[in-house]
């Protein structure tokens, strides 16, 4: 996993791109710092299978037992873009994907699976 991230910051808007090539059924924690609204998610599956990305908003995600406040299907062998009208306000922002849409599935998808995760 390699997880990354660039803040943009200017007088118009402040944003922040967080890029994750190979999401896993890991929890990558806190990845907006202090806070935000996240406004696209835009996953993209190999050609293998689908995979879900899982999206937790409060404290420490314990996968399989935290249930995610969005899922985001990723096709396989597509490029998906979610824009979130008006955005997904949190606080302290968590991501996996797992294999199956199951909440509480704890299975690494079987595709590698890139998440991009754009922060305002």
Known sequence: MTLRGTRFQGTAVSH???????VKASVNANIGDVGG???????????KSD???KIFDGGSAVIGSSLP?????????TT???????????????FWATKNANP???????????VTLLIG
Do not use: H, M, R, W
């Open 80 to 94: 998906e873009i979610y824009e979130i009208p008006g955005g997904f306000t949190f606080t302290n922002l968590s």
């Open 51 to 53: 995979a879900y990305v």
């Open 104 to 114: 509480l599935d704890t299975t690494d998808p079987d595709s590698k699976t890139k």
């Open 16 to 22: 922040k791109v967080v890029v994750d090539d190979d």
């Open 69 to 77: 406040q969005l899922i985001f299907k990723c096709v396989k062998g």
């Open 37 to 47: 609204t996240l406004l696209t998610v835009i996953g993209e599956a190999s050609v």
